[in-house]
C-alpha cells in the first residue's frame, strides 16, 4: 500500500514574535545535540548546538535549553522573521559517530 | 565560504540497478556521513566514516549499501540493486573533527527507484 508520511508538528507565529519549538530526546547516554533548519529542497543547516553539560546556550537571535532530566530540548527563536520559515530538527548524539534527528516542526512565521 | 556538494541532484533509476551518489565535502574535513530523508519523514543516520573506514552504521546500511573515498576529495554511497523503498533524498555531510562537532550538509541527491 502507499506510505504515508509522518505529520509533523506544526507552529504559526507572527512575525516579531518569539517562536519556541520543542523535541523529546530518546537516549539519556546522548551528550551532544544540535538544531538544524532545513528548507524546502535543502539540506539541513547548523542552527546551535549544546553539549551535556550545559543546559543553556545561546547564539545569535536563536536559545537552546536542555533539561536532561526529562530529556527535553527546546529552540527558543526572537523576534521571528519570514525568513526563519523552514522546518527544524533536534539532533541527538550519543558517544560515539552517530547522530539520530527528531521528527521535526514546521514554522511558519506570518507576516 | 566552503560548502559540501552533491552529485547528481538527481537521479532517476529503474528497480535493481546500482547507483553512486557522490559527495564532495569540505576539504580540510575528516568525518563523513551518509544520511536518507523519504520524503515526508525524519532524516535518518546511514554511516559514519573516518580514517578511511566506517565508523558507525545504522540497521538501514545492509549489505546493499557501500560507502568509499577513492580519492583525496569524493565520498561515495553506492547501492548495489535498488528497491522501490531506496527512493529518498541522500544527504552527505562532513565534520572536521571530534573537538569540532558541527556537521555541515549537502544540498542533497533524490534518488527515484522506478
Known amino acids: 500500500g502507499e506510505s504515508v508520511g509522518l505529520h509533523l508538528p506544526t507552529l504559526s507565529v507572527q512575525e516579531g514574535d518569539n517562536s519556541i519549538i520543542n523535541c523529546a530526546y530518546s537516549n539519556s547516554a546522548s551528550d551532544y545535540f544540535i538544531w538544524y533548519k532545513q528548507e524546502s529542497g535543502k539540506g539541513p543547516q547548523f542552527i546551535i548546538d549544546?553539549?551535556?553539560?550545559?543546559d543553556k546556550r545561546q547564539g545569535q537571535r536563536v536559545t537552546v535549553l536542555l533539561n536532561k532530566t526529562v530529556k527535553h530540548l527546546s529552540l527558543q527563536i526572537a523576534a521571528t522573521q519570514p525568513g526563519d520559515s523552514a522546518v527544524y530538527f533536534c539532533?541527538?548524539?550519543?558517544?560515539?559517530?552517530?547522530?539520530?534527528f527528531g521528527t521535526g516542526t514546521s514554522l511558519t512565521v506570518i507576516p | 565560504e566552503p560548502e559540501v556538494t552533491q552529485t547528481p541532484s538527481h537521479q532517476v533509476t529503474q528497480m535493481g540497478q546500482e547507483v553512486i551518489l557522490r559527495c564532495v565535502p569540505i576539504s580540510n574535513h575528516l568525518y563523513f556521513y551518509w544520511y536518507r530523508q523519504i520524503l515526508g519523514q525524519k532524516v535518518e543516520f546511514l554511516v559514519s566514516f573516518y580514517n578511511n573506514e566506517i565508523s558507525e552504521k545504522s540497521e538501514i546500511f545492509d549489505d546493499q549499501f557501500s560507502v568509499e573515498r577513492p580519492d583525496g576529495s569524493n565520498f561515495t554511497l553506492k547501492i548495489r540493486s535498488t528497491k522501490l523503498e531506496d527512493s529518498a533524498m541522500y544527504f552527505c555531510?562532513?565534520?572536521?573533527?571530534?573537538?569540532?562537532?558541527?556537521?555541515?550538509f549537502g544540498p542533497g541527491t533524490r534518488l527515484t527507484v522506478l
Open positions: 549544546i553539549r551535556s553539560n550545559m
Open positions: 555531510a562532513s565534520r572536521a573533527g571530534p573537538s569540532t562537532d558541527t556537521q555541515y
Open positions: 539532533a541527538e548524539s550519543p558517544p560515539g559517530n552517530q547522530f539520530y
